[in-house]
């Protein structure tokens, strides 16, 4: 097993836009099994401890609690899961993935299985931040986006490309950790349901 973003990260800063020179290959060298030409480093400090963020976030049903392009997340086994998500147009892609390396209260990692709808992999790393503050939580994700780079635009702007989502559901999940709750501009239950839509 490896360890967490070898060497250690001495900010929050996301992959991509690190000072850091290797920050990127470092990142993508933490991949176990890379899968994707399109890489997305998005970090958060959450003020909770790092096990407990840990632990909800290692039982995949949680994860459409906060993740509001995630339509499910079937459990095949300890290792392995069948995800569907929302995309442009109505549609929706999914995809059998696999955890190809964790340690507790640390990282999970992960890859997509062949005939994937999106090639995906990606790993969660769960850091302890400095001063108290909580736990940095960093999603590092490559994938091939469906239609290359013309699909890429068509997911940005109907606002379900990965990068945009991964910033999203990051800051969801902050907000559920820390208040128990997602905030919403919905008002009504209607408004609710055609946000969610």
Do not use: H
């Not at 996301?14 to 920050?23: D, F, H, L, M, V």
């Not at 176990?32 to 049903?61: H, M, Q, Y």
């Not at 969801?172 to 008002?187: H, Y």
């Amino acid at each position: 097993m490896s360890d967490p973003l070898v060497p250690p990260r001495e900010d929050d800063a996301p992959i991509t836009t690190s000072k850091q020179r290797n920050a990127v290959a470092d990142a993508t060298a933490s991949l176990v099994e890379g899968k994707g030409d399109a890489l997305i480093g998005k970090t958060v400090t959450i003020n909770r401890p790092r096990a407990e963020l840990f632990a909800f976030w290692r039982d995949f049903s949680n994860l459409p609690r906060f993740m509001e392009n995630l339509v499910s997340v079937e459990k095949l086994g300890d290792r392995r899961s069948r995800w569907v998500v929302k995309a442009p147009a109505g549609k929706t892609v999914e995809w059998i993935a696999t955890i190809t390396e964790e340690k507790q209260d640390e990282f999970i990692a992960w890859a997509s299985e062949d005939g994937a709808d999106v090639p995906n992999s990606g790993r969660i790393d769960f850091r302890e931040a400095p001063g108290g503050r909580g736990t940095w939580v960093s999603a590092t994700i490559q994938y091939d986006p469906p239609a290359g780079i013309i699909g890429k635009v068509i997911a940005t702007m109907f606002q379900r490309e990965p990068a945009i989502q991964a910033r999203r559901e990051l800051r969801r999940f902050k907000q559920l950790m820390e208040t128990g709750e997602v905030a919403t501009a919905a008002w009504t239950r209607k408004q609710l349901e055609e946000e969610e839509a």
